[in-house]
Nanobody, 113 residues
């Protein structure tokens, strides 16, 4: 059974940093592409970042390139999103996604101006 649990959200001032974590339970985590998405109030959920099974391939939404870094630890079944130089427009609920269409419950990130 797949379970994804996000943590690390909170309130931060613009220009600050946060680190989000996703703890994953599921078969063959080390072979699964993992993703981060986000959803702001009144907006559709949007892609943020992805990382392949080995961690050597990543991709990002244009809006976060150069500021966010996705990484994974296959020994701990975790995926991390390091967010730097945060902007108010980064305010959203952040979700971890894996094993096709399995989602976590989300963690709230609020960036104040």
């Amino acid at each position: 059974q797949v379970q994804l649990v996000e943590s690390g959200g909170g309130l931060v001032q613009a220009g600050g940093s946060l680190t989000l974590s996703c703890a994953a339970t599921g078969r063959a985590f080390s072979s699964v592409t993992m993703n981060w998405y986000r959803q702001a109030p009144g907006k559709e959920r949007e892609f943020v970042a992805t990382i392949n099974w080995s961690g050597d391939r990543t991709d990002y939404a244009d809006s976060v390139k150069g500021r966010f870094t996705i990484s994974r630890d296959n020994t701990k079944n975790t995926v991390t999103l390091q967010m730097n130089h945060l902007k108010p427009e980064d305010t959203a609920t952040y979700f971890c996604k894996g094993w096709g269409n399995h989602w976590g419950q989300g963690t709230q990130v609020t960036v104040s101006s």
